[in-house]
């Protein structure tokens, strides 16, 4: 009797597990992992220290003579338009530049314009320019120098035509 009694006890124990047992399993397949999508460049200026001497280098900039206009909504697809969102709109304006420059294959955009406007309750931000390239870096010589502090000096114009052609203009 003793023997029956307890093999009850122990098969009553087993039975009310196993809805615990089932219910755990349930749990586990409801919980999800969560995966996150990260890119990010940089680039740094080269600090000067008094271990080494840096030689002055300089560029030519290759402007386009073709306007751009790209208008960038994915960077900002998943950003809801709300007050502390409006707070960081430079930190949005300079990712749209950067997508642009990265589109037109360009290490900058001269004569930028930057338009943000909301749509569907998400930012839409249009940036025009003209695409620009860095070419030519070489060693300045005296000539290069004095010339950046002469066009320093100088009040300098850069305009469009109505032909989009880009004119800059120098006045001493």
Known sequence: MRKLFL???TIGMLSSCAPMVQEMQTHQVAVQETILDYSESSAHLLDAS???LV???IANLEVSNKKIIHVE????AEVKVNRSTIANIAEYKRTAIGRAALAYNADV???TDVD?????GRFVITVTGYPANYKNFRN???KD?????EANEAQVSVFTTVDDTVKVEVNK
């Open 109 to 111: 955009i001269v004569n």
């Open 140 to 142: 300045a010589t005296t």
């Open 73 to 76: 909504k994915d960077a900002f």
């Open 50 to 52: 008094n271990n080494f």
């Open 7 to 9: 093999f009850a006890t």
């Open 116 to 120: 943000v406007k909301t749509e569907d």
């Open 55 to 57: 030689l002055p280098i």
């Open 145 to 149: 120098i004095d010339l950046v502090k």
